[in-house]
């Protein structure tokens, strides 16, 4: 008889977006699309369409914790994602999973604002967010808004990096889909090594689910057994192929093409 190998699994903590672009189904197909399996905790239910997003509802930390006990007791975890977060007391279950599992891949992607402008983070949350998860973090995917915000303000990227840095995560990919210029820069910021840039072609159009998409494939290569390095080489090549074949499934942004 053969055995098959157990597939790596990934723990994604992500909200639910109905329409399928963003949140919990990115992470499921851009997982999935690495070669591992996700296990799925859901945040926040959301009510949003392709434009935006009109309402959230957090679901309850005591459910997620009940969730993540029998998770983790039922084999192990290769890799953990983490997105859009719906209150405090998530942010204390979460942290006390980290904890839990030192060594364990975690990428981060700080959702702090929906694409089409509402806010999904209150000050408190935030603050939590900073305090509380940014030291347990291996990587943290913001794109520049969110970087400034999170570093308390504007300023340039790297001045803002080296304030996240601080504060104990140990890398970040601060990504520049949301700022002007003619192409796409990204960068890898890392204590005591110099930035690496990574260039992509800006494509046409806005979309829905991109920063999902990223966080979570880099975090299947890592559950795979890449390095750093090379998982957030391959997630960002992989991004990009998916924006070059989004498409459009509502009257809003297209979303990737995960398949
Ligand atoms: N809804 C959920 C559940 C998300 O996780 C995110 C982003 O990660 C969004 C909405 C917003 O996505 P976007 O900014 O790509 O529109």
Redesign the pocket.
């Known amino acids: 008889m053969h055995l098959k190998p157990p597939v790596p699994r990934v723990l994604c903590l992500?909200?639910?977006?109905p329409g399928g672009?963003?949140?919990?189904q990115?992470d499921i197909e851009s997982v999935a699309a690495q070669g591992a399996h996700a296990l799925t905790v859901i945040t926040?239910l959301?009510v949003?369409d392709t434009h935006n997003?009109r309402a959230l509802s957090a679901v309850p930390a005591e459910l997620m914790a009940q969730q993540l006990a029998l998770l983790e007791a039922d084999g192990v975890l290769a890799a953990i994602k983490i997105?859009?977060l719906g209150d405090v007391a998530q942010v204390r279950v979460i942290a006390d999973l980290l904890r839990r599992q030192p060594g364990v891949p975690v990428v981060f992607?700080p959702?702090l604002?929906?694409?089409?402008g509402t806010e999904?983070v209150n000050g408190p949350l935030q603050a939590a967010v900073l305090d509380t998860l940014l030291p347990l973090v291996d990587l943290l995917t913001p794109n520049a808004a969110e970087a400034r915000r999170l570093a308390g303000g504007e300023g340039p990227i790297p001045a803002c990096a080296a304030r996240l840095l601080d504060r104990g995560c140990r890398n970040l990919l601060v990504t520049g889909g949301d700022e002007p210029g003619e192409a796409v820069l990204n960068t890898w910021f890392r204590p005591g090594a110099e930035p690496v840039n990574f260039q992509w072609t800006r494509l046409p159009g806005g979309?829905?689910?991109?920063?999902?998409t990223l966080a979570s494939a880099i975090a299947g290569q890592l559950a795979c057994g890449a390095t750093m390095a090379q998982a957030i080489s391959e997630g960002q090549r992989w991004t990009q192929a998916t924006l070059a074949a989004a498409i459009r499934v509502g009257r809003g942004?297209s979303i990737p093409l995960r398949r």
């Open positions: 992500s909200g639910h977006d672009g963003a949140g919990i990115a926040a959301t949003q997003v997105g859009l992607d959702v604002r929906a694409g089409g999904l979309f829905h689910g991109a920063g999902c942004r």
